[in-house]
T-cell receptor, first 110, second 114 residues
Framework: DAKTTQPNSMESNEEEPVHLPCNHSTISGTDYIHWYRQLPSQGPEYVIHGLTSNVNNRMASLAIAEDRKSSTLILHRATLRDAAVYYCILRFDSNYQLIWGAGTKLIIKP | DTGVSQNPRHKITKRGQNVTFRCDPISEHNRLYWYRQTLGQGPEFLTY????????KSRLLSDRFSAERPKGSFSTLEIQRTEQGDSAMYLCASSSRQENTEAFFGQGTRLTVV
């Protein structure tokens, strides 16, 4: 299974943009890139996913490198409620059996 | 629909006892997943159901673990002869039959084995 590499933690100021990187150099052509986040004492929550093109939704944007070996989750204007652990995972087919790393703990400073 | 529901939220049990957790997925979702998560780590896949069929089991799922999904609705995860190493958060998720759609997670059941 392809793995992802993320920084252990990142800090950002409230109301500023946040760029969360993810490396996935062994990604295959059929792997989708998914991002989830987990608030303390909660189950993971879907954020966004994409295959090749950049994606936008109401929560975030996903920028995917041309060679697909890395991607960046962009929170355009971070709030205190965005403080969470963010996971980048690769998924093929319809299963969620791929390996989740330890994610990036995002700390938002007021 | 209130989302994925898991019961109980917390369970404390003595080593050697059996425990059973329940997951009620979103009603129209045919796919259901169980994960285990320990402190500071991401979720680890345990098993996957499509309707009532258990299609995938992780090697993490030892013989003491069993999961069922009768009638393709709710699911149960049973751990027999619990060990202290079983202490973790057990997460359930469900998704629709569409390819590469998002999964919805419950809030989990936190198991503490003493």
């Amino acid at each position: 299974d392809a793995k992802t590499t993320q920084p252990n933690s990142m800090e950002s100021n409230e109301e500023e943009p946040v760029h969360l990187p993810c490396n996935h150099s062994t990604i295959s052509g059929t792997d989708y890139i998914h991002w989830y986040r987990q608030l303390p004492s909660q189950g993971p929550e879907y954020v966004i996913h994409g295959l090749t093109s950049n994606v936008n939704n109401r929560m975030a944007s996903l920028a995917i490198a041309e060679d697909r070996k890395s991607s960046t989750l962009i929170l355009h204007r971070a709030t205190l409620r965005d403080a969470a652990v963010y996971y980048c995972i690769l998924r093929f087919d319809s299963n969620y059996q791929l390996i989740w790393g330890a994610g990036t703990k995002l700390i938002i400073k007021p | 629909d209130t989302g994925v529901s898991q019961n109980p939220r917390h369970k404390i049990t003595k080593r050697g006892q059996n425990v059973t957790f329940r997951c009620d997925p979103i009603s129209e979702h045919n796919r259901l997943y169980w994960y285990r998560q320990t402190l500071g780590q991401g979720p680890e896949f345990l098993t996957y159901f499509q309707n009532e069929a258990q299609l995938e089991k992780s090697r993490l799922l030892s013989d003491r673990f069993s999961a069922e999904r009768p009638k393709g609705s709710f699911s149960t995860l049973e751990i027999q002869r619990t060990e202290q190493g079983d202490s973790a958060m057990y997460l359930c998720a469900s998704s629709s039959r569409q390819e590469n759609t998002e999964a919805f997670f419950g809030q989990g059941t936190r198991l503490t084995v003493v």
